[in-house]
Each structure stands twice: as structure tokens, then as C-alpha cells.
């Protein structure tokens, strides 16, 4: 099996940072993607950001300019770096990764999410 686990939410005023983490581990054979999503409380989850294997990069357009998101490939280990926080930005954050195993193929797995919180 697979596990996802995300790191580093928590207190940020208006306009300050925050970088989240994501870790995959387990039967992993290949990671194709990692995926970034937030869910505002009474709305739907909606994707943030995403990175394909071969570094393509997507963005929402609420966060274009704002978030980077990067990988370490040899630590299963995908990172959203978020600049110029906005209240807006508050929600819990979930991280999805779409890998390859030795008996499955392209099988998505979540993390439980982490929050963030932007406020003064």
C-alpha cells in the first residue's frame, strides 16, 4: 500500500508564507504525479497546483504567481511553497499522488490534509 503525508500547515498572517509538504511512501514503483488541493470550509475541493513526473507544472488561477510547486523526486516528496497569503487562501490542504506499483497502475492515494489558516 500507499501513504501520503502532509506537513507543514498552520497560523500565517495576510501576506506571509508558508511551504507544505507532501510525502509519499510504501509500494511505490513510480510516482507519475502529485497533486495539491484545498477545500474551504462549505465548498468543494478544488486543485491548487500540480506536477507531473516530467516536471510540468499547473496552476489555479487564484494562486498563479503566488505558489510554486516543486518536487524532490527521490524522496516522493512534492512541496507547495505559498507567497503573499490572502484570507482566501484558508483551507485544509490535500495532497494526491497518482503512482505506479508493482501489481497496479496509475492508482490515486490522499493524505488527510493539513490547514491552513490566514488571518491577522
Known amino acids: 500500500q500507499v501513504q501520503v503525508v502532509e506537513h507543514g500547515g498552520g497560523l500565517v498572517q495576510p501576506g506571509g508564507s508558508l511551504r507544505l509538504s507532501c510525502a509519499a511512501s510504501g509500494s511505490i514503483v513510480r510516482v507519475n504525479s502529485m497533486v495539491w488541493y484545498r477545500q474551504a470550509p462549505g465548498e468543494e475541493r478544488n486543485m491548487v497546483a500540480a506536477?507531473?513526473?516530467?516536471?510540468?507544472?499547473n496552476y489555479d488561477d487564484s494562486v498563479k504567481g503566488r505558489f510554486t510547486i516543486s518536487t524532490d523526486n527521490t524522496k516522493n516528496t512534492v512541496y507547495l511553497q505559498m507567497n503573499s497569503l490572502k484570507s482566501e487562501d484558508t483551507a485544509v490542504y490535500y495532497c494526491?499522488?497518482?503512482?505506479?506499483?508493482?501489481?497496479?497502475?496509475?492508482?490515486?492515494?490522499w493524505g488527510k490534509g493539513t490547514l491552513v489558516t490566514v488571518s491577522s
Open positions: 494526491k499522488v497518482n503512482v505506479d506499483g508493482s501489481y497496479f497502475y496509475g492508482t490515486d492515494y
Open positions: 506536477i507531473t513526473n516530467g516536471g510540468s507544472t
